[in-house]
């Protein structure tokens, strides 16, 4: 296991799910946007995340869009698919199954809606680490999911599971991210799911980041880690205040409004987004558009 999770680093995109104008899943679309994003350099590819609707996909949905992504990368890039859900039971079989079909490592998020205990928390997560093989990868967006994952019950978590090998911290609370990684270990794979954190992230010693802007700008996603990884420290951060303006626009509305309809407006995906989200207004998609052509976008 110790090749592959270091393999886990860099910018691991959060795909969006396209869909057809009937709401079914636009395959074809899919398998190409893949196609760019290892093509774009991307360090690794990670399906069914807040990005790519999982919750409004049945779990035979899920089940079929994870073998699709596995298929589709033939193991170019690491993959790391999202498996979790507010079912116990629901994350354990996607979890099985993402380990059946070949996965690098799944994403499992904080359950949500049910605001468990972390006590509640550590069962879940030791549960389902212990019936798979592969690595596993918390992940932690307290403002989805109302419940913070504190950095004690990660390190127990770590302690316990030899296969939870890091976290994806969407956590505006920056001071937690030192706190997992003192109390984890260094080692511990920190990224981050907030794409305004990305380069501190990486200044702290963090592993990569699973940022929503790498579906429209992948080269320069992947590159903000490149240049970390050379040291080159001063352009990582120019890169960083570069990306900024686009950083925020995606998320003036619920993520994935925004990024679909400027993926759309760049003739990437047709612009469908499952119920009850919605597309941004027209007046927040002119706003958008005018970012778009900022960054040359279309």
Request: charged share 25%; proline share 5%; with cysteine.
């Amino acid at each position: 296991m110790g090749v592959a999770v270091e393999r886990l680093r860099g910018s691991i995109v959060p795909m969006v799910t396209p869909f057809k104008e009937n709401g079914s899943f636009d395959e074809g679309t899919f398998r190409e946007l893949i196609e760019w994003q290892i093509d774009s350099g991307s360090h690794g590819i990670s399906c069914a995340g807040t990005t790519g609707e999982p919750s409004s996909l049945s779990i035979e949905e899920r089940e079929y869009l994870l073998e699709v992504t596995v298929n589709a990368v033939r193991g170019r890039v690491p993959t790391v698919l999202g498996t979790g859900s507010t079912n116990h039971e629901e994350t354990m079989r996607l979890t099985k199954f993402a380990e059946k079909i070949g996965a690098d490592a799944a994403l499992v998020i904080v359950p949500y809606y049910n605001k468990p205990s972390q006590e509640g928390l550590y069962r879940h997560f030791r549960e389902v680490a212990d019936s798979v093989q592969i690595p596993i990868v918390i992940y932690n967006i307290p403002g989805r999911t109302s419940v913070n994952m504190e950095p004690t019950t990660m390190a127990r978590l770590r302690r316990d599971c030899s296969n939870i090998i890091g976290v994806k911290e969407s956590n505006k609370n920056f001071e937690q991210i030192s706190h997992v990684l003192a109390q984890c270990g260094r080692d511990f794979h920190v990224y981050s799911g907030i794409e305004e954190l990305c380069y501190p992230m990486l200044a702290l010693g963090g592993a990569g980041h699973v940022s929503a802007t790498a579906n429209l700008m992948p080269r320069e996603i992947a590159e903000l880690y490149n240049l970390t990884e050379k040291g080159q420290w001063d352009k990582a951060r120019d890169l960083h205040f570069e990306l900024l303006e686009l950083n925020q626009a995606l998320f003036w509305e619920t993520n994935p409004g925004p990024l679909k309809a400027c993926m759309a407006m760049m003739g990437k995906i047709r612009p469908v987004i499952r119920s009850p989200l919605a597309l941004p207004s027209d007046e927040v998609q002119a706003k958008l558009k005018t970012v778009l052509e900022k960054y040359n976008l279309l």
